[in-house]
């Protein structure tokens, strides 16, 4: 069923973590393991991605990830990764949770953490490009609000301190009903807030 398994360097079950060998010939272990297990988390190395990059699991990942996208609901981004193809990320059409870890730290991978049904962001705090309050993701020093979840539904107050909100920061939020910017907002970069249908209200601090 996996004939990329290389891909997948930990799977979880019930919280119980399954280890696999990362090998090109992973086809082997996979067809056997993948029928008794439920996949839920993904973990993606440097090792991982490097593998798919020159090895056979680069030309089945997206076959495979079709198949089972709707039950992984988290992706562990390891210390080591530092870009992350955005292909990686928009098939899984149920993600809930991502962990980034330590050196994922190049701006169009940040960019391309999206999901329709993401609800929490988790940064290393040795990230040394941005950081996380309360599932939302920020720059290093907070000053920047870069990405909020986009299944996250409700209002939502910015933190005191934030002084821009990032192109894209919430985009396609369609669950979110106002927000409310602190008085130390200076900037709204452009597509701030696009396709929002569900906000009713947005509070601006005057000289936005």
Known sequence: MFPACALFESL????????????????????????KIVIKTIRFSLLSLLMMFCGTA?????????????????????????DLPSWVISPLRSLKRIELGRDLTDEN???????????????????TTCSSIDGVMFS????????????????????D??????????????????????????KLDEGSFYICPSLCRITIPEGV
Not at 58 to 81: C, L, M, P, Q, W
Not at 140 to 159: C, Q
Request: negative net charge.
């Open 109 to 127: 991978s940040l960019f391309c953490l999206y999901g329709a049904a993401l609800e929490w962001i988790e940064v290393s705090p040795e990230n």
């Open 58 to 82: 680069f030309a089945d990942y997206e076959n495979d990830i079709d198949a089972i996208s709707d039950r992984i609901k988290t992706v562990i981004i390891e210390d080591g990764v530092e």
């Open 12 to 35: 979880q079950q019930r919280g119980h973590q399954v280890s696999m060998i990362t090998d090109t010939r992973g086809d082997r272990f996979c067809s056997d393991i993948s029928k």
């Open 140 to 159: 290093k020093d907070k000053k920047v609000l870069l990405r909020f979840p986009a299944a996250r539904a409700g209002s939502y107050e910015v933190p």
């Open 161 to 186: 301190g934030v002084e821009i909100i990032a192109s894209s920061a919430f985009s396609e939020c369609f669950g979110v009903t106002e927000i409310t910017l602190p008085g130390s907002v200076k």
